[in-house]
């Protein structure tokens, strides 16, 4: 079912941003790989594929079992000569002060947006070192550059992500293997209605919010770069240096925005 071009693997590719992706890799002549958990989703997005004539292949996991994670990764690996590009996708949260969150919430946020995205990393490495090539694409949040009340083990995970990257880009780039992380604001997609099922904060940022399909777009345009950081929308990011700079000023004149979950 492959078509010609660089192989890359998707998680997280049954909805939101990554079934976004899936398409934009698929438009520019890559062969993807959609990974989730839902067989049902992954095969609604392969069908949208196939309506525009791209090919794809599926293959389900639930991102927080490693034994489950190490499955699809072998089966992939057996079926496909070589993997170009890997983008840990897969990623969710929940919204609630710090002592309403629950033990297992919290668990379930770092699983899936830190220790599943390390488990499928560490899975691929042999095989791209192996290669001497590749590109692994791990989507961040600005949120773990500059976090905010209600976010706290959502940020913790995605900071994580961001510490991981930039160990594991030094650590590879001698077998040519290059690390991009992807740190945005709000997206137009189905997590906010997760994380707030209130919809207040959907409502808070809806004007905002960038459009899943536009970031997709600047994702898989940096497939064949060499950037080291896509960091979106621009103003969030000036915000989040300025943070690392004078955190006590940027927590007093940001305290309404941040508030707003």
Known sequence: ??????????????????????IESAKRGYSPILVGRSGEKLRAVQRELVDLGISSDIE????????DNKRAAEAILNRTKKIDVLINN????????????SYDSAREIMEVNLLGLIDWTSLFLPYLKQQQSGRIINIGSMAGKLATPKASAYAASKAGVIAYSNALRMEVKPHRI????????????????????????????????IRPEKLARTIVKN???RAREINLPGYMNKAALLYSLFPKTVEQLGRKQFMKK
Not at 60 to 67: L, Q
Not at 90 to 101: I, P, Q, R, S, T
Not at 179 to 202: H, I, L, Q, R
């Open 223 to 225: 497939i064949d770069g």
């Open 178 to 209: 290059s690390v991009m992380t992807v740190n945005t604001g709000p997206v137009k997609t189905p997590f906010s209605n997760k994380a707030d099922p209130t919809g207040k904060y959907e409502k808070s940022v809806s004007r905002l919010a």
């Open 1 to 22: 079912m492959m078509t010609i071009g660089k192989t890359v693997v998707i998680t997280g590719a049954g909805s939101g941003l990554g079934r976004w992706i899936s």
């Open 90 to 101: 897969a990623g969710f949260g929940y919204f609630a002060e710090a002592e309403n969150l």
């Open 60 to 67: 389900t996991a639930d991102i927080r079992n490693h034994e």
